[in-house]
C-alpha cells in the first residue's frame, strides 16, 4: 500500500528531523563559539557569514595556538524568544565556550541573564542599548559604541551648529524608540530645551506626510528621525515631497548607515546626517583593505558600519582567544570559559577597521564593558546606488560619559 | 490479516480497554519521568517550552476546534497574561503563585470582549475583528514606557518556594507539566460534556444548533472565556521562565501563525490535537533555525506535505486509523450494519473524526 507507505515514511521523517538537534557531541581540543545573529535579511546573512567565515579562516594557519575553531551559527530573526532557545543551545548542548550574539538590543538583553547564569562570556557586535552593560554581569562585553555616545555625537554638532529646535518622528521599534529618547534627554539635559513637536508611527507604517505638514508648519531648525532603514528612507523622501526645505538639517539613527536608505530615498538622502561606528569612505589603510574585502567576497560596495563593527567583533574574539590558556577538555570547560572572558577583559586599545580604539576591562560596569567610545558623524552628499558620504567628526568619550553620577 | 497487524490490533484493543482514568495515569507517569530522558539543559528547556505552547494550543483547539470560532488573537491574550503577570511580580511584589491565577483571570476577562463579536461575525470577518486585536495589542505594548515598549520586559522573577527559586528549567517543568496536562485533561473533559457538545454543534451550524435550543451566544462566548484562560495561563508561565523577558514581538503574526499551525498540523477539533501538534511544530521550528537559509522553506514544506497526507491532522488521522480498525474488527464479528457508528462512539473522541476525507472507508 504505497499511500500507507509514504505516511509512514514522512512521519518517520518529520520525527527523526524533529529529533536531530537532539544529538550533540562536544569534541575536545576545539574551541567552539555561538554565534546567535539576525540571519533574514540580505545584510544580515552576509555579515553574519563574514564573521563566521572570519573565525574560520583561523582554522586554515593551523588554529589559534594550534586549536581548531567551531562556529555554530543561527538565527534568531532579533527575536528574543529564538534568541534565548539559541543561547540555551550554545550553553547547554553545543558546550560553548564563548557566544557572539546578538543584533539588535531586545535579543541581547536577555541573552545577558543567561550567559550571567550560565558563566559563559557574550559579545555583541551591535546592539547598543545602554541597559546592555548596566545589568552588572560579568560577562558581558560590548564591541559596538553604546547609545549614550551616539545620542551626544549628533545632538552636540547640530545644536552647536544648526540650531536647538528640533522636531522628533520616528517609528516604534527599539532602534527609533531609543535614539529618540537619548537625542530628547541630551538636548534637555545639556541645553534646557524641550522638542518642538514629537511623534512616533508604526513601524509598518508607509505614510509620514500627515505628521510631516505638522513638522513643516512649525519651522523646525532639526528634523530628527528614526527608525528602519525603510522607515527612514520614507520619511526623508516624503519630507521633501510635502515641502520641508533642505536647509532643515535631517538627522537619523544609525540606521541611516543601511544601503537600501541612500539607494531607494535616492537624492533625498542628501543631507542626512546620522552616527556611527564606521563608514565605507574611511581613507586609513585598514579601513579600506577591509571594504576591498567585503567587496570582492561578499559583493558589496560599501559595507555598512554593522559590517564592520560585526567584522571588528571576529577580530576581538580572535585575539582574546590567542591570549587565553585553554585546556579545551570537558572538564575545562567552565575554566576555558572563565580564561576566554579573562582575556577579553585584557583587551585594551585595540585597533581594527573602526575608526575608535577598543578597550575592556574587569569591572562588571558600562565603563569597563563598552568597549568603544568613539562614534563618528557622516553625511550622505549623494543618494541612489553609487551612494556617497563624508565623515563629518570623529569623537572619543570619556568611558563615564552620559552615566548617572 | 499478518502477524504484525493481530499484534497491533490487540494492543490498540487493550489500550482501547483502559478506563481513561488508567490512560491518563500513565500519561501522567510518563510526563513525570520524561525529565530523565532528556541529555542537557536546552532539551529540558524545549520541553518546558512545549508544555508551554500545549497551553496555548489546547486553548486555542477550543475556540477553533471545537467551537469552531475563527480567533486570530490568541496570541494577543497570552501577551496579556504574560504582561499582566509580569507587571504584577515585578512592580507589585507580588509572587508567582497569585500573578499566575491573577493573570489567566484578567485575561479570561478579555477574552469576555473579544468574543463578543464573534455574536454577530463569522469566518474571515471574525478572522479580521480578531486580528485587529492582535495586533492593536502588540502595538499598544510596543510603546508604552511603562510595559518595556520595544526594548523589552524584563527581570520578571521565577517562582520560588521559600527562599528558594525555581529558576532552573528542570524545576520549571514541575510547574509547566502539571498545568498542560490538567489544562488537557480539562479540555478533554469539557468536549466530552454537554458544553463540549454545545460547541461542536455550534461549530457544524449554528443556525441548527440555536434551533435545537442551545444558546449560542452564551457558548460561543464561554468558548472565548475558556480560550483565553489558556492564553494568558501559558503566556504568564512564558513569562516567568528563565530569563523572565517578554517583548511584544514574541507575540506578533508570525507567533500566531505558529500556533495556529500547532493545531491544525495536530488536528483541528481533536483532543490530541493542540499536543501533538504543539509538540512538533516547536521542535521543528527549533531545529530548522540552525538551517537559517532555508528554515523557512523547510518549515514550510514539513507543514504543506502534512496537510496533504494528513489533511485533517496528525489527531485526525490517529482517529481515522482507530476508527477504521475498530470497524473492521466489528465486521468480522457481525455485519457491518450499525457497527460503524459503535465503531466510531468508542474510537473517536473528537467529532470531526469521521467527517469528510476521514470517513470510514
Not at chain 2, 449554528?206 to 442551545?214: D, N, V
Request: a positive charge; charged letters at 15%; proline letters at 4%.
Amino acid at each position: 500500500m504505497p499511500l500507507k507507505n509514504t505516511r509512514v515514511a514522512l512521519a518517520a521523517a518529520i520525527l527523526g528531523l524533529t529529533f536531530a538537534c537532539a544529538t550533540a557531541s562536544a569534541e575536545d581540543g576545539v574551541i567552539r563559539v555561538g554565534m546567535t545573529l539576525r540571519m533574514i535579511v540580505e545584510n544580515g546573512i552576509k555579515y553574519g557569514q563574514m564573521t563566521r567565515d572570519e573565525l574560520l579562516a583561523a582554522n586554515a594557519s593551523g588554529g589559534i595556538n594550534g586549536h581548531k575553531v567551531e562556529v555554530i551559527l543561527l538565527d534568531d530573526e532579533c527575536n528574543a524568544q529564538k534568541g534565548v532557545a539559541n543561547a540555551n543551545r550554545f550553553i547547554e548542548q553545543d558546550k560553548v565556550h564563548l557566544i557572539v550574539g546578538s543584533i539588535c538590543s531586545s535579543v541581547t538583553l536577555p541573552l545577558v541573564e543567561i550567559t550571567a547564569r550560565a558563566q559563559v562570556p557574550q559579545i555583541s557586535p551591535t546592539s547598543t542599548a545602554r541597559a546592555i552593560t548596566e545589568k552588572g554581569s560579568a560577562w558581558i562585553f560590548r564591541a559596538a559604541a553604546s547609545e549614550r555616545y551616539f545620542a551626544a555625537v549628533h545632538a552636540k554638532y547640530l545644536a552647536e551648529n544648526v540650531g536647538k529646535k528640533v522636531a522628533y518622528l520616528y517609528t516604534t521599534d527599539a532602534a527609533g524608540i531609543s535614539f529618540a529618547t537619548a537625542y530628547q534627554a541630551f538636548m534637555k539635559d545639556t541645553y534646557g530645551v524641550e522638542p518642538v513637536f514629537t511623534a512616533q508611527q508604526q513601524e509598518t507604517d508607509v505614510d509620514f506626510r500627515s505628521n510631516l505638514l505638522k513638522i513643516k508648519s512649525l519651522g523646525p531648525e532639526v528634523l530628527a528621525l528614526a527608525g528602519q532603514s525603510d522607515a527612514i528612507s520614507r520619511i526623508v523622501t516624503q519630507a521633501l515631497e510635502v515641502g520641508i526645505p533642505r536647509k532643515v538639517a535631517r538627522v537619523s539613527a544609525s540606521a541611516a548607515s543601511n544601503a537600501p536608505v541612500p539607494e531607494t530615498a535616492g537624492d533625498a538622502v542628501i543631507g542626512l546626517i546620522f552616527s556611527a561606528a564606521f563608514v565605507c569612505t574611511d581613507p586609513r589603510p585598514e579601513a579600506q583593505a577591509f571594504v576591498k574585502q567585503v567587496g570582492e567576497k561578499y559583493h558589496v560596495r560599501c559595507p555598512d558600519h554593522d559590517f564592520a563593527q560585526a567584522y571588528q567583533t571576529a577580530l576581538i574574539v580572535k585575539a582574546a582567544l590567542a591570549k587565553a590558556d585553554l585546556k579545551l577538555t570537558d572538564a575545562s570547560l567552565a575554566a576555558d570559559r572563565t580564561a576566554i572572558r579573562d582575556a577579553l577583559a585584557g583587551i585594551r586599545d585595540f585597533q581594527g577597521v573602526v575608526p575608535g580604539k577598543i578597550n575592556f576591562c574587569a569591572d562588571p560596569t558600562p565603563q569597563c564593558r563598552d568597549g568603544n567610545r568613539t562614534p563618528i558623524l557622516v553625511e550622505y552628499v549623494k543618494g541612489g546606488k553609487e551612494y556617497e558620504m563624508k565623515q563629518l567628526a570623529t569623537v572619543t568619550f570619556e568611558p563615564d560619559f552620559g552615566l548617572k553620577k | 490479516m499478518w502477524a504484525g497487524g493481530h499484534v497491533r490490533t490487540r494492543l490498540a484493543a487493550r489500550i482501547a480497554a483502559l478506563h481513561p482514568l488508567q490512560a491518563w495515569g500513565g500519561a501522567l507517569v510518563i510526563l513525570t519521568t520524561l525529565p530523565l530522558l532528556v541529555f542537557n539543559g536546552y532539551q529540558q528547556y524545549l520541553l518546558d517550552l512545549v508544555m508551554i505552547n500545549v497551553v496555548l494550543a489546547v486553548g486555542l483547539n477550543i475556540v477553533k476546534g471545537f467551537a469552531g470560532q475563527v480567533n486570530v488573537g490568541h496570541v494577543a491574550l497570552a501577551a496579556i497574561g504574560a504582561y499582566t503577570s509580569a507587571v504584577l511580580s515585578t512592580k507589585f511584589g507580588m509572587p508567582f503563585w497569585f500573578a499566575l491565577p491573577l493573570a489567566t483571570l484578567a485575561t479570561g476577562c478579555v477574552g469576555a470582549i473579544v468574543g463578543v463579536p464573534s455574536f454577530r461575525l463569522e469566518g474571515a470577518y471574525l478572522a479580521l475583528a480578531t486580528l485587529g486585536l492582535a495586533e492593536s495589542v502588540r502595538m499598544f505594548i510596543g510603546v508604552t514606557d511603562y510595559l518595556g515598549a520595544s526594548i523589552g520586559f524584563g527581570d520578571i522573577p521565577p517562582p520560588m518556594i521559600g527562599d528558594h527559586r525555581l529558576d532552573s528549567y528542570y524545576a520549571y517543568y514541575y510547574i509547566v507539566m502539571p498545568i498542560a496536562f490538567i489544562g488537557t485533561y480539562l479540555a478533554y473533559s469539557i468536549l466530552r460534556s454537554d458544553v463540549g457538545r454545545a460547541f461542536m454543534a455550534i461549530r457544524e451550524d449554528s443556525l441548527a444548533a440555536a434551533a435545537a435550543g442551545i444558546k449560542v451566544r452564551k457558548y460561543k462566548l464561554l468558548a472565548f472565556v475558556i480560550s483565553a484562560f489558556y492564553a494568558g495561563c501559558a503566556g504568564s508561565l512564558a513569562a516567568h521562565m528563565a530569563p523572565g523577558f517578554i517583548h511584544p514581538d514574541d507575540y506578533n503574526l508570525t507567533r500566531m501563525v505558529t500556533v495556529i499551525l500547532m493545531v491544525v498540523a495536530g488536528g483541528l477539533g481533536h483532543i490530541w490535537g493542540g499536543v501533538i501538534g504543539a509538540a512538533l511544530i516547536t521542535l521543528i521550528a527549533e531545529w530548522s533555525r540552525a538551517y537559517y537559509q532555508y528554515e523557512f522553506i523547510i518549515f514550510g514544506m514539513i507543514v504543506v506535505l502534512t496537510m496533504m497526507y494528513m489533511p485533517r491532522g496528525i489527531g485526525g488521522y490517529l482517529d481515522r486509523r482507530r476508527v477504521r480498525r475498530r470497524f473492521v474488527a466489528l465486521r468480522g464479528q457481525g455485519g457491518p450494519q450499525g457497527t460503524v457508528s459503535a465503531a466510531v462512539g468508542a474510537g473517536a473522541v473528537g467529532a470531526g473524526a469521521v467527517r469528510g476525507d476521514d470517513r470510514v472507508a
